[in-house]
Antibody, heavy 117, light 108 residues
Framework: QVQLQESGPGLVRPSQTLSLTCSVSGETVSSGLFYWSWIRQSPGKGLECIGYIYYSGTIYYSPSLKNRAVISVDTSKNQFSLNLNSVTDADTAVYFC?????????WGQGTRVFVSS | EIVLTQSPDTLSLSPGERATLSCRASQYVGSNRVAWYQQKPGQAPRLLINAASSRATGIPDRFSGSGSGTDFTLTISRLEPEDFAVYFCQQYGDSPLTFGPGTKVEIK
């Protein structure tokens, strides 16, 4: 059974960097069949795909976040991560990690992140 | 960027009734790469349908998807109590991957 679990701080100060990690079990992040994604959900913007990464190293970012987001994979820990810098109130959301291939079949439970001073 | 529009915003129905949800794309979605998800409060979205009409593993056959090009539909043939939730469409035919704003199916 594939499982994903997000971890990271629930509170980030404005202008700081939001760092989240997704731990994967039941599948290896080095599988070439899937892409590994970060998706966020907020009342104002709905569901937004921040970006996704293939093991090959190919990465796609949402144009609106491209200059602030970095997604990476750590195969030794079977994890992938998101760093989002220069956060503002608009980055307050529930952040999900998910496995993609013809849609997102597996999701983490989500982690709520508040941006506040 | 492909923008997805869903209608209606809210659908008020009774258990046993048929639900028809619409998703319209601002551009052609290649190879019908559209997925549908169900989300309940406090939970992650659950994949129901991909490739516009293929049910995901374990999804009951009362859920069906159809459509092509720019117009897609999710149909729930007979609503069960556990089906009252929010439904999202998503396209994965082009980057950036985008989601619709959702349709809430509520109990009438």
């Amino acid at each position: 059974q594939v499982q994903l679990q997000e971890s990271g701080p629930g509170l980030v100060r404005p202008s700081q960097t939001l760092s989240l990690t997704c731990s994967v079990s039941g599948e290896t992040v080095s599988s070439g069949l899937f892409y590994w994604s970060w998706i966020r959900q907020s009342p104002g913007k709905g569901l937004e795909c921040i970006g996704y990464i293939y093991y090959s190293g190919t990465i796609y970012y949402s144009p609106s976040l491209k200059n602030r987001a970095v997604i990476s994979v750590d195969t030794s820990k079977n994890q992938f991560s998101l760093n989002l810098n220069s956060v503002t109130d608009a980055d307050t959301a529930v952040y999900f990690c998910a496995r993609g291939n013809k849609g997102f079949q597996y999701w983490g439970q989500g982690t709520r992140v508040f941006v506040s001073s | 960027e492909i923008v997805l529009t869903q209608s209606p915003d809210t659908l008020s129905l009774s258990p046993g009734e048929r639900a028809t949800l619409s998703c319209r794309a601002s551009q052609y979605v290649g190879s019908n790469r559209v997925a549908w998800y169900q989300q309940k409060p406090g939970q992650a979205p659950r994949l129901l349908i991909n490739a516009a009409s293929s049910r995901a593993t374990g999804i009951p056959d009362r859920f069906s998807g159809s459509g092509s090009g720019t117009d897609f539909t999710l149909t729930i043939s007979r609503l069960e109590p556990e089906d009252f939730a929010v439904y999202f469409c998503q396209q994965y035919g082009d980057s950036p991957l985008t989601f619709g704003p959702g349709t809430k199916v509520e109990i009438k």
